[in-house]
């Protein structure tokens, strides 16, 4: 028997999510689900008690998912009976809005967001049970926590804060002659804005200079893209709106023959160069080790401090550099954890 029940009702645009009934009860739960999650495990037998996590995906690329796939996998893991009502408000901060509404007044036992815009309309939204985060950079800067040590709230989970510097810096090893960095990034996600920052520190301490162009939503990378005149790479943060349409920039990067560096591993696999980047599916599972100490332990989501992966791992793609007429050092091969692409 499968320790993870899991409900996959999609949500693609208000006129389905009118007519779409989102809140659905524990399969085999408990009465008064909330309430015994809030009291946690104490005393009782929790292997069989049963519980309903509501689970609000932003959008669908590969990171995201590959987040959702860890954290299914964690729960699956545990061995406990919880349900996982999946949302999906593809790419829609209305829709976003909408499932954290429904959350709010659903009997669920804790939320589940993946990433900053569905994760701060759950913070809004949801006050009566533990919401966790997933795949969020900047919980602070977000304003979904007090501080990354003591979130001071109902909120905490797990962030994917990238190596900006790193990244850059694996960058001027793979084209030396670099100096004028294009960034392509949401100008309404807090996450992608604070990467941008990061991004221009960094590019300081290496001499480099960063060219930014924005969008407020995937339809717009294109033309955004195009903008970057005399750009000498394009450095692709971890934006959800950008990172869906990563094809658009990977012909533009091929088309003018510079490197395209992503922030993660999972967009280099699509046809980034190289970069540093994080496990999303290690970054799920271990967000779901947090969901299960919620639910059985009784912990605090106020003290439980927000965690991340403290080891990012080289990701890169020999095929993808040629196609943009780069050449990846030995020594960076050497290095590498991960050789993915075709040759």
């Known amino acids: 028997m499968l320790a993870s029940q899991r409900t996959r009702t999609r949500l693609r645009g208000g006129a389905i999510l009118a007519v779409t009934a989102l809140a ?7 009465d008064g689900g909330n309430d015994e999650a809030g009291s946690g495990g104490d005393g009782g037998d929790t292997a069989s008690e049963s519980y309903t996590i509501g689970v609000s995906q932003l959008v669908s690329h590969a990171s995201l998912d590959a987040a959702l796939e860890g954290f299914e996998a964690g729960i699956e893991e545990s061995g406990l009976d919880i349900t996982l009502d999946v ?7 209305a829709t ?5 509404g429904t959350f709010a007044s659903g009997d669920y036992d804790l939320v589940l967001a993946i990433a900053t815009p569905a994760a701060q309309a759950a ?3 949801v006050t009566n049970v533990p919401v966790l985060f997933t795949a969020v950079t900047d919980p602070v800067s977000a304003k979904l926590v007090e501080s990354n040590e003591a979130p001071g709230g109902n909120v905490t989970g797990t962030s994917d804060a990238n190596p900006v510097l790193e990244q850059l810096t694996l960058l001027t090893e793979l084209d030396p002659e670099a100096k004028r960095v294009g960034i ?6 807090a996450n992608s804005e604070v990467q941008v920052e990061w991004a221009k520190e960094a590019a300081e301490e290496l001499g480099l200079e960063i060219v930014e162009a924005t969008v407020s939503n995937s339809s717009e990378v294109q033309q955004a ?21 990563l094809e658009t920039l990977i012909g533009v990067a091929q088309e003018r023959q ?12 699509r046809g980034g160069v190289a970069t540093y980047g994080l496990s999303y599916d290690k970054l799920g599972a271990q967000t779901a080790e947090m969901a299960i100490r919620l639910l059985t332990e009784g912990a605090d989501p106020a003290t439980m401090p927000v965690e991340t992966l403290s080891e990012p791992e080289l990701y890169v793609n020999p095929g993808a550099a040629e196609s943009m007429g780069v050449e990846i050092p030995q020594s960076v091969l050497d290095e590498a954890d991960h050789v993915v692409g075709g040759e």
Request: glycine share 8%; hydrophobic share 40%; net charge negative.
């Open 87 to 93: 949302q999906n408000a593809q790419g829609d901060q």
């Open 123 to 125: 913070a809004q939204a």
């Open 225 to 245: 893209a195009s903008s970057l005149s005399e750009v000498d790479a394009i450095y692709v943060p971890t934006d959800n709106a950008v990172v869906t349409a």
């Open 258 to 269: 510079i490197p395209l560096i992503p922030a993660e591993g999972d967009s280099v696999a």
């Open 24 to 30: 659905l009860t524990a399969c085999g739960g408990t």
């Open 184 to 189: 392509v990034y949401s100008s309404g996600e």
């Open 96 to 100: 976003a809005n909408t499932i954290a």
